[in-house]
């Protein structure tokens, strides 16, 4: 079985600063993970993932994420927030098959 | 990108009554939908496995006779919370797998925040 650990449940940043949201995973298997991001009022929609070859993962709106596997770990970065990122972001593993499991989210909040 | 909807955004009820939640994938056909529970400041927890035409697949320790999923058309899965009751309020999020989505991504609706008095 696999699970997913999101250490922050809230990150306060200000604006153009740069953010890291945290998740590592535990799985006895190799994974895909994922990062949904879900915006005020809206369904969670896809910001990346990662699912083999480069441990750099690159997505929408500047995001990037990097796999260690050694760390188990799938952090979420962005040089440098705008007041448009303020949402919840979630970690999501996969044991390569159709179901997801979730880490508890964390809200990313931007200040000016 | 694909979308699903759901219905109600939210719906308060009587403990007893049940209540109805729709899922529908809008601009694509989903022969599997998923249905997700969410208590506050904690992971979406999936619930069941909705297949077009066939039974849902429930996860270990959600109750099937409680939580009724019908998958009836490519388009459309209900979920019907019988006999609620107030530890039943929760907010229930549905997802679709779209047939020209990418490896793993899945569509999510705005999800349904169910109150039961």
């Known amino acids: 079985a696999q699970s997913v650990t999101q250490l922050d449940s809230q990150v306060p940043v200000f604006e153009e600063a740069p953010v890291e949201l945290r998740c590592n995973y535990s799985s006895s298997v190799s994974v895909y993970l994922f990062w949904y991001v879900q915006y005020p009022n809206q369904g969670l929609q896809l910001l990346l993932k990662y699912l083999s070859g480069s441990t750099l993962v690159k997505g929408i709106n500047g995001f990037e994420a990097e796999f260690n596997k050694s760390q188990t770990s799938f952090h979420l970065r962005k040089p440098s927030v705008h007041i448009s990122d303020t949402a919840e972001y979630f970690c999501?593993?996969?044991?390569?098959?159709?179901?997801?499991?979730f880490g508890a989210g964390t809200i990313l909040r931007v200040k000016s | 990108g694909a979308v699903v909807s759901q219905h109600p955004s939210w719906v308060i009820c009587k403990s007893g009554t049940s209540v109805k939640i729709e899922c529908r994938s809008l601009d694509f056909q989903a022969t599997t939908m998923f249905w997700y529970r969410q208590f506050p400041k904690q992971s979406l927890m999936l619930m069941a496995t909705?297949?077009?035409?066939?039974?849902?697949?429930?996860e270990q320790g959600v109750e099937k006779d409680k939580f009724l999923i019908n998958h009836a058309s490519l388009t459309l899965s209900t979920l019907t919370v019988t006999s609620a009751h107030p530890e039943d309020s929760s907010f229930y999020i549905c997802s679709a797998r779209a047939p020209t989505a990418s490896l793993g991504e899945l569509f999510f609706g705005e999800g349904s925040r169910l109150t039961v008095l």
């Open positions: 999501a593993v996969s044991d390569r098959g159709n179901k997801l499991v």
């Open positions: 909705s297949n077009e035409g066939s039974k849902a697949t429930y």
